[in-house]
T-cell receptor, first 112, second 112 residues
């Protein structure tokens, strides 16, 4: 375990469903991230939060909605997704100002 | 568009040999460089970080950085079958808030 826990580990959802991904870190870090990993593509940064404030939105479609209630928790709310959104969604955290990101186990999302 | 380039492989090396993994990046202002290991179906795991020109050794791993050539490499000595994984190069262009740009990764296969 890396200290970053994601739930659920697997999720299958229809295009009209609404679901949420959860991430919790126990490392005392101040920055949290959502990444998307698709086959044959580099990890794509989606959102960055520093001290619960969103500091980066990497042109992510509005059907993905992040929420960071505190420095330890991060959510990704999903609605009306498309099949091409099927991917591994990874949460990560890092210390303030540091580049060492620690990843959770990921959520394997399948949109049907 | 800041880019990180890696050969996707697979790179096949015999057990006990040295594996050499390479990465180039596009932005000369890059501050920090990281190598992550990702086993199939798992999340990326940080194995090395390097910030200044030269070599940095940690056990069987050596990271090498040449900022003039915009090149970073990872050497794995005495390669073991358990080293078989995809190795991701990541670059922090900001130097502050930990915004990592990843390469697509090089798949390493260590053969018996």
């Amino acid at each position: 375990e890396t200290g970053v826990t994601q739930t659920p580990r697997h999720l299958v959802m229809g295009m009209t469903n609404k679901k949420s991904l959860k991430c919790e870190q126990h490392l005392g870090h101040n920055a949290m991230y959502w990444y998307k990993q698709s086959a044959k593509k580099p990890l794509e940064l989606m959102f960055v939060y520093n001290f619960k404030e969103q500091t980066e939105n990497n042109s992510v479609p509005s059907r993905f909605s992040p929420e960071c209630p505190n420095s330890s928790h991060l959510f990704l709310h999903l609605h009306t997704l498309q099949p091409e959104d099927s991917a591994l969604y990874l949460c990560a955290s890092s210390p303030q100002g540091g580049g060492k990101a620690f990843f959770g186990q990921g959520t394997r999302l399948t949109v049907v | 568009q800041k880019e990180v380039e890696q050969n996707s492989g697979p790179l096949s090396v015999p057990e006990g040999a040295i594996a050499s993994l390479n990465c180039t990046y596009s932005d000369r202002g890059s501050q920090s460089f990281f190598w992550y290991r990702q086993y199939s179906g798992k999340s990326p795991e940080l194995i090395m970080s390097i910030y200044s020109n030269g070599d940095k050794e940690d056990g069987r791993f050596t990271a090498q950085l040449n900022k003039a050539s915009q090149y970073v490499s990872l050497l794995i000595r005495d390669s073991q079958p358990s080293d078989s994984a995809t190795y991701l190069c990541a670059v922090d262009y900001t130097g502050t808030a930990s915004k990592l740009t990843f390469g697509t990764g090089t798949r390493l296969q260590v053969t018996l």
